[in-house]
């Protein structure tokens, strides 16, 4: 009985196990009432619970404790056994998912479960077509990290409370569309972050250790998260359908058998990547066709806000011709929550409309507003190097 109950501080906890949907379950502690222990076991009981000067977040999956100076340790033991044997059904899995980049995705695996504190690339699965087996390969991982990982949503993730995933090794987001540039710069700061302030629901930030590695998986293939042109952290593979004939409905199910198998080889395995950077891999050994696709595929989504925001002012401003300059453009890029480089949006206008500049007077147009609030065209003049963007060049 006593296991059930501790004290982290002055606080009384219980150790509860939560049934989930998906007919697993997960340990939890709850706050419990100290007068409810007497009221439930007597005042006696309350001597026999162990008590911890706090919480602690100290991750291992080869030396784990679970009090650690006096503090409770909040990252959760693995409950695997390890056997020696074949996983055939997990080998052609990973080498599905990874493809000719293989031997990096098990080290990868072997990187989380001998170094979680090390930091490691963003994986990014994607593809545009079903059955590819993405969502498996979270469910799978989520079998071997257990309470370790978090399988969130969008919301969740650029929810300002994050306790439920701050503590985690893994955090994955299914179906993912970060597309705004503040998504992408919180990713980028996440994955190379050594703390972070925690927040719940009615109680204050808490700063702490942050280990977190992210998963990412979309059926967006070209803008499901922005990235810049010279971006390290990501590191995208496009997942093909599995082959019909190959097809395994309860193909979870067999893998998870073959755990005990796998965990074995990944715990005995040597890492065959030495780490070169603070991310252990090179870019030039986690780049990928889809990567490109995906840098690519941002551009095309600044030039389409972009081409939004003139056709709005064409016919705002009643207008066949608009003149601006780069910083006009990157001021209205970043007002639409899109924040770019003016070199970036120089060499889009001279791919896009072949534009040269000009350096002489020109006319911008804005919008005020009258004393019956109603809302006027006005003018003012600029001097400097600006483009002449035409009516015409807009008409789809």
């Not at 008590?51 to 080869?62: A, K, N, V, W």
């Not at 080998?91 to 170094?115: N, P, R, V």
């Not at 690519?296 to 003139?310: H, M, P, V």
Request: one cysteine or more; charged letters at 25%.
């Amino acid at each position: 009985m006593e296991n059930k109950y501790l004290r982290i501080g002055t606080t009384y906890y219980k150790n509860v196990t939560k049934p989930l949907l998906s007919q697993d379950s997960i340990n939890i502690l709850v706050q419990w009432s100290k007068s409810e222990l007497m009221t439930d076991y007597g005042k006696d009981f309350i001597k026999s619970i162990p008590r911890y000067d706090g919480f602690c977040l100290i991750p291992s999956h080869t030396n784990y404790k679970k009090v650690i100076d006096g503090f409770y340790n909040r990252y959760e033991k693995l409950e695997h056994e390890f056997i020696t044997g074949e996983f055939p059904n997990t080998t052609a899995f990973l080498k599905h998912i990874f493809g000719e980049q293989y031997e990096i995705g098990l080290d990868y695996l072997s990187i989380l479960w001998h170094h979680p504190s090390q930091v490691l690339p963003i994986l990014c699965l994607v593809s545009n077509e079903r059955n590819t087996g993405k969502t498996t390969f979270l469910n799978w991982m989520k079998l071997i990290f257990q309470n370790n990982m978090t399988i969130n949503n969008n919301e969740d993730f650029r929810s300002r409370f994050n306790s439920d995933w701050a503590s985690k090794l893994i955090i994955a987001v299914d179906e993912v569309l970060l597309d705004k540039r503040e998504d992408s710069e919180r990713l980028k700061n996440l994955s190379t972050a050594q703390t972070y302030k925690s927040e719940a629901k009615g109680k204050d930030k808490t700063e702490g250790s942050f280990f977190g590695k992210f998963i990412l998986c979309s059926n967006n293939e070209e803008n499901f998260v922005y990235i810049d042109d010279s971006e390290i952290r990501y590191w995208v593979r496009k997942i093909i359908p599995f082959d019909l004939s190959a097809d395994n409905p309860n193909l979870l199910d067999a893998l998870k058998k073959e755990l005990p198998y796998f965990i074995h080889a990944i715990k005995t395995r040597e890492i065959s990547s030495p780490r070169k950077t603070r991310m252990w891999f090179t870019k030039e050994q986690i780049y990928t066709r889809a990567l490109a696709v995906l840098m690519n595929g941002n551009r095309t989504f600044i030039n389409k806000e972009l081409e939004q925001i003139l056709s709005d002012e064409f016919l705002m401003f009643d207008t066949d011709t608009l003149k601006y300059s780069i910083g006009d453009l990157v001021e209205k890029l970043s007002k639409h929550n899109i924040r770019t480089s003016s070199f970036k949006v120089s060499e889009l206008i001279k791919k896009m409309y072949q534009l040269e500049p000009k350096n002489s007077t020109y006319t911008k147009y804005h919008i005020s507003q009258s004393a019956t609030d109603m809302p006027i065209v006005g003018e003012t003049t600029h001097k400097g190097r600006h483009y002449t963007f035409k009516k015409a060049m807009f008409k789809n």
